[in-house]
């Protein structure tokens, strides 16, 4: 079983912010694969549900960002898990705004929430770094991830939320490629040659008009006189 978290801040004044994209990821996936109702347990609200015959826990935090850990470390406890079965979804500033990455144990890089997931259960579990960009400067950090996305980023938010819920059976397997994929397959779809009416018509290749060999041209000629002669 894995225990899938969304990071982010409870409460509907939060629930747009860039800092709360966890949050939005959670939401998507438990929509798109039929999981149960949230209800509050563990210091946050849970959502069980399974992809196949793999069953899944999802929780969203609602300590606040900076006390994540708690929560995490209560609901391990109860479903008797170990930070290898833990994968944590969260804002990145480090990432462009659209950009997706996986990756295991390591530092929080500053991250409050991690920072606290950190201290209650370790660093060795799994992360999904959700681009949002940097403001350009430190101390601008805090104000940017606790502002909404504007409608410019609209788009590309919900490319990368559809992918996150394409391929969240995949992640909960640990195929964080074929994950990757996916969510890169709805970010940057393949080009397709069909215009509004379908297919666009290739021309044929040109060619060159068939020209008789002149060597040809005077043999012919040669013996057309010489049968006239007899005539």
């Not at 409460?11 to 149960?36: E, P, Q, V």
């Not at 991830?145 to 490319?159: I, M, N, Q, S, T």
């Not at 909960?172 to 709805?186: H, S, Y």
């Not at 021309?203 to 060597?215: G, K, M, V």
């Amino acid at each position: 079983m894995k225990l899938i978290v969304g990071l982010g801040n409870p409460g509907g004044k939060y629930a747009r912010n860039r800092h709360n994209i966890g949050f939005m990821a959670l939401d998507r996936i438990a929509s798109d694969h039929g999981f149960g109702p949230w209800k509050g347990k563990y210091l946050g609200a849970i959502s069980e549900g399974r992809f196949g015959s793999a069953r899944a826990v999802l929780l969203k935090p609602e300590t606040f960002m900076n006390n994540s850990g708690q929560s995490v470390q209560a609901a391990m406890r109860f479903y008797k898990l170990e930070p290898a079965d833990v994968i944590v979804l969260h804002d990145e500033i480090d990432l462009a705004p659209g950009k997706v990455k996986c990756k295991t144990g390591g530092g929080h890089a500053g991250h409050n929430g991690l920072r606290s997931i950190h201290a209650h259960i370790g660093p060795d579990y799994a992360r999904v770094r959700l681009g949002v960009g940097h403001p350009g400067h430190k101390d601008a950090v805090p104000g940017y991830v606790l502002r909404d996305f504007p409608k410019a980023d609209e788009a590309w938010l919900d490319d990368v939320l559809r992918g996150i819920g394409d391929g969240a059976a995949d992640l909960a397997a640990g195929d964080t490629a074929k994950f990757l994929n996916t969510v890169a397959m709805r970010v940057n779809p393949p080009r397709s040659n069909r215009g509004a009416n379908g297919p666009k018509a290739v021309p044929p290749p040109e060619t060159a008009p068939l020209q008789q060999d002149s060597s040809e041209e005077t043999s012919h000629s040669a013996l057309q006189k010489l049968l006239n002669r007899f005539k």
